[in-house]
């Protein structure tokens, strides 16, 4: 990442994740109201994530954190299958959850990461320990996309597939799919979790190239912020 791109990437953090809280946080209330009528548990939820890959020459290791969300899941959501990533009409998710993930409104509370420090405005989503270990043994390159760079409440794979990974039917990357999904048409591989997570990692990697200009990191950054709210406001995603 160049030197000025660090630079100027904190302070954009500082100040959006500032202004965020700001104009985000009458929100709050609504939705903790929305949480709790609907289910008994906490408003919050509390998860370790990875940060940035920290260099070594052995295998790949990350900073961890621990992410803030508003929960969207029942509270016993792991009980009997442990740590996995929410597939399309999980039943997990509550009718409020779905609602908050659809708006990305569950992910507020990681402006508070953001002004610790924790993660970025813009960059790749921040996946569990558990979770990240296998991806990166079944899909080469994987921890390339936080080398270097923190993980980001939005970014350019947040803004261009759904809430999953999956791509919009219709979307440059959905004519690719036959290329990127299940190449050797194997019947039990179809719809695999790493078919979206490879689509994932394209745009990681797109906008970590983007970071080495100065002026490319400018322009792609406004861009993902601004697009970001409009987003939201459709509901994309589940």
Same mark, same amino acid.
């Given at each position: 990442m160049h030197p000025a791109v660090r630079l100027t990437k904190r302070?954009?953090?500082?100040?959006?994740?500032?202004?965020?809280?700001?104009?985000?946080?009458?929100?709050?209330?609504?939705?903790?109201?929305?949480?709790r009528a609907e289910s008994r548990g906490p408003i919050f939820y509390v998860q370790r994530r990875t940060g940035r890959l920290i260099e070594d020459s052995r295998h790949p290791r990350?900073?961890?954190?621990?992410?803030l969300k508003f929960r969207?899941?029942?509270?016993?959501?792991?009980?009997?299958?442990?740590?996995?990533?929410?597939?399309?009409?999980?039943?997990?998710?509550?009718?409020?959850g779905r609602i908050l993930r659809a708006s990305r409104l569950d992910e507020l509370p990681?402006?508070?990461?953001?002004?610790?420090?924790?993660?970025?405005?813009?960059g790749p989503r921040p996946e569990r320990p558990e979770i990240l270990r296998i991806l990166t043994s079944a899909i080469p390159f994987f921890e390339e996309?936080?080398?270097?760079?923190?993980?980001?409440? !939005?970014?350019?794979?947040?803004?261009?597939?759904?809430?999953?990974? #999956? &791509?919009? *039917?219709?979307?440059?990357?959905? %004519? /690719? @799919?036959? !290329?990127l999904?299940?190449?050797?048409?194997?019947?039990?591989?179809? #719809? &695999?979790? *790493?078919?979206?997570?490879?689509? %994932? /990692? @394209?745009?990681?990697?797109?906008?970590?190239?983007?970071?080495e200009?100065?002026?490319s990191y400018v322009r792609i950054e406004a861009w993902i912020i601004m697009r970001t709210p409009l987003v939201m406001l459709r509901s994309r995603g589940r």
């Amino acid at each position: 990442m160049h030197p000025a791109v660090r630079l100027t990437k904190r302070l954009v953090d500082v100040v959006g994740a500032i202004a965020g809280l700001t104009i985000t946080l009458p929100l709050y209330v609504p939705i903790a109201i929305a949480i709790r009528a609907e289910s008994r548990g906490p408003i919050f939820y509390v998860q370790r994530r990875t940060g940035r890959l920290i260099e070594d020459s052995r295998h790949p290791r990350w900073e961890e954190f621990d992410i803030l969300k508003f929960r969207s899941m029942t509270c016993d959501a792991e009980r009997g299958v442990g740590p996995v990533i929410s597939k399309r009409g999980d039943k997990r998710i509550t009718k409020v959850g779905r609602i908050l993930r659809a708006s990305r409104l569950d992910e507020l509370p990681q402006l508070w990461n953001v002004l610790r420090g924790d993660m970025s405005l813009v960059g790749p989503r921040p996946e569990r320990p558990e979770i990240l270990r296998i991806l990166t043994s079944a899909i080469p390159f994987f921890e390339e996309r936080t080398r270097g760079m923190k993980p980001g409440l !939005t970014g350019l794979a947040q803004i261009s597939l759904d809430y999953t990974g #999956g &791509a919009y *039917a219709g979307s440059e990357i959905a %004519k /690719l @799919l036959p !290329t990127l999904t299940n190449p050797f048409d194997i019947p039990e591989a179809q #719809g &695999a979790l *790493a078919d979206d997570m490879r689509s %994932k /990692l @394209l745009y990681d990697m797109a906008y970590a190239a983007a970071l080495e200009d100065f002026w490319s990191y400018v322009r792609i950054e406004a861009w993902i912020i601004m697009r970001t709210p409009l987003v939201m406001l459709r509901s994309r995603g589940r």
